[in-house]
């Protein structure tokens, strides 16, 4: 791509697209969660992923395909068990199939929206919602829908973040109960593994008290960002 395109469609003359990000802004909620310390340890491109603020309304977008994905017979009977309050948790056990994650900052709530696509080579694809405010007791909550959500407490080794399950409630207005253990799916983790290559690893994984490892998913992913094709066109 020669320079002057790059300029009209506001890429790097490599072909990146930049984010749609305000510069005077610089995220340092992930950051504050974590501690400088910890923060400090992971890798750059993990860093400059979760320190990107954008305006209110934008977003990001990672592409990538599912290459792990397993239940056991407990963790599908929660998976479809947790239709009823939007589906977050992965319903095929495909893998090869495409995948989205794409994050839209929430500018009435200071939070961000989550959604995730997953492709089936047979129907249309699972699509699960998801709302991250920066409130609750653990300074981190994820909103799945008719109430429920998850407080989460955030960690981090040489490679990975991770985002760990403290306890799941229901809101309801402004009353808030938290689930006993009993009712609760188990522990659930989310990480976002560096992989040294511009690309990263999305690793779910629930486990149950008494079975283990009831759920597991992992999908590769890229940073993508839309650019306008029909201007890309008429060049």
């Known amino acids: 791509m020669n320079a002057r395109k790059a300029e009209r469609l ?11 990000q305000d510069p005077a802004l610089c995220d340092l909620r992930f950051r504050a969660l974590l501690g400088p310390k910890a923060w400090a340890c992971l890798p750059a491109r993990i860093r400059r ?11 990001v977008t990672y592409v990538g395909e599912i290459v792990e994905s397993r239940r056991t017979r407990l963790g599908r009977c929660i998976a479809e068990l947790c239709h009823l309050i939007g589906a977050p948790l992965p319903l095929d056990d495909e893998i090869g199939v495409p995948a989205i994650v794409s994050v839209t900052e929430d500018g009435a709530s ?38 429920f959500g998850i407080a989460l407490k955030v960690s981090a080794d040489l490679n990975a973040l991770h985002f760990n399950s403290d306890h799941y409630f229901v809101a309801l207005g402004t009353a808030r109960w938290r689930l006993p253990r009993w009712l609760c799916p188990g522990a659930l983790t989310i990480s976002h593994v560096d992989r040294g290559d511009d690309g990263f690893a999305f690793v779910l994984s629930l486990r149950h008290p008494l079975f283990g490892e009831i759920i597991r998913q992992t999908g590769l992913f890229r940073e993508r960002f839309a650019i306008d094709e029909k201007e890309a066109q008429d060049e």
């Open 110 to 147: 200071g939070g961000q929206f989550w959604t995730r696509i997953y492709g089936r080579s047979r129907g249309f694809p699972q699509v699960i919602h998801s709302s991250k405010r920066f409130a609750g007791p653990t300074g981190l909550e994820e909103y799945l829908g008719y109430g």
């Open 49 to 59: 992923r979760f320190s990107m603020r954008l305006s209110a309304g934008a977003a």
């Open 10 to 20: 506001g890429t790097s003359a490599s072909g990146h697209v930049p984010a749609q």
